[in-house]
């Protein structure tokens, strides 16, 4: 096992977990109304929790994708800003209160990173063949990807909410 790809993994992992603490405990500081209140496109807080629990599973699911030489499924919807399969998602994973949303977004985060956990660290950006569009398709940059995004999300909910205050 390479001690750099140990350490990137370790990282990677760490990293999603650090940067979804970080915006829950932004958005735990908001109160219901703010919640509910549409901040991002078509979306609230709510809305947005279940887009990143929703993709907790696709990354799941891509994971093993990957690792079998497979495309993983979501590929298959993808469009401008994943806008359809993202719509897919907040309708599957949204519940009705915070404390819901809140407790599906930590287990299926857990979920995720009990998975990722098993799997051998030079796997997550081994070349398994897997591309789309001439795109190589790896564990990691699908995590990097999701790094990625929650920090942009988190950054969203502070310039809004930060703004209505």
């Given at each position: ?72 499924s979501f590929y298959e919807h993808h469009d401008r800003d994943w806008q359809t399969y ?32 098993t799997i051998p660290p030079e796997d997550f950006n081994r070349d398994f063949g897997v ?18 995004d929650v920090r942009i999300h988190r950054q969203q909910i502070v310039d809004f909410f930060?703004?209505?205050?």
């Amino acid at each position: 096992m390479s001690t750099k790809a140990q350490a990137k993994k370790e990282w990677i992992i760490g990293e999603m977990q650090r940067v979804r603490s970080e915006l829950l405990t932004e958005v735990a500081g908001l109160s219901r109304r703010e919640r509910d209140t549409v901040f991002l496109g078509i979306w609230s807080v709510r809305d947005l929790l279940a887009h990143l629990a929703g993709w907790d599973f696709a990354n799941l699911d891509a994971a093993k994708s990957i690792i079998a030489g497979r495309l993983p499924s979501f590929y298959e919807h993808h469009d401008r800003d994943w806008q359809t399969y993202n719509a897919m998602l907040v309708r599957k994973y949204r519940r009705n209160t915070f404390r819901e949303i809140r407790a599906i977004l930590k287990g299926s985060q857990q979920k995720l990173v009990d998975h990722l956990q098993t799997i051998p660290p030079e796997d997550f950006n081994r070349d398994f063949g897997v591309r789309f569009r001439g795109y190589k398709v790896t564990i990691e940059r699908l995590l990097e990807a999701d790094v990625k995004d929650v920090r942009i999300h988190r950054q969203q909910i502070v310039d809004f909410f930060s703004k209505q205050k």
